[in-house]
């Protein structure tokens, strides 16, 4: 089902796609965790994304960059949406004080350590989870 419920700005902030649909639509097969919608990251939060982000998922919702929201749509986005899958678990499993202390944690402490952004972020262990699932599904 794409929704596109009315009251806010333009129709990219509107897009919406259920995790259902979107599993069916890619071919991912398993339990669509309960409640959680894909929709185009706002353009506010698009400016934040640091280098070649295509999606950040928080509790309930998936942000997608409007490239990766057609992909997404369109079925072709498999890996991706594997990956965005492993952080909807992960915020499940730890919530959402434990999932921001260790995703920051690992990130700040490499920072500290002197790694570049890309570095630390791709060392960030929820990230290499996410990576992990994404490749050994593919
Ligand atoms: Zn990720």
Not at 29 to 43: D, E, M, N, T, Y
Not at 70 to 92: F, K, N, P, Y
Request: proline letters at 6%.
């Amino acid at each position: 089902m794409v929704g596109m419920p009315g009251g806010a700005s333009t129709a990219d902030n509107l897009a919406a796609v259920t995790i259902d649909d979107a599993m069916a639509r890619n071919g991912v097969v398993g339990s669509p965790p309960p409640g959680v919608v894909i929709r185009v990251a706002p353009a506010w939060l698009r400016r934040l994304w640091v280098g070649p982000v295509q999606a950040m998922t928080l509790p309930g919702v998936i942000y997608a960059s409007p490239d990766a929201f057609r992909a997404l749509e369109q079925g072709t986005a498999r890996a991706l949406l594997i990956h965005e899958l492993e952080h909807v678990h992960q915020w499940r499993d730890h919530g959402r004080l434990g999932f921001t202390i260790r995703y920051l944690g690992d990130y700040v402490g490499a920072r500290l350590a002197g790694f570049s952004h890309a570095t630390a972020y791709r060392a960030i262990s929820f990230e290499r989870e996410a990576r992990a699932a994404a490749r050994d599904a593919m």
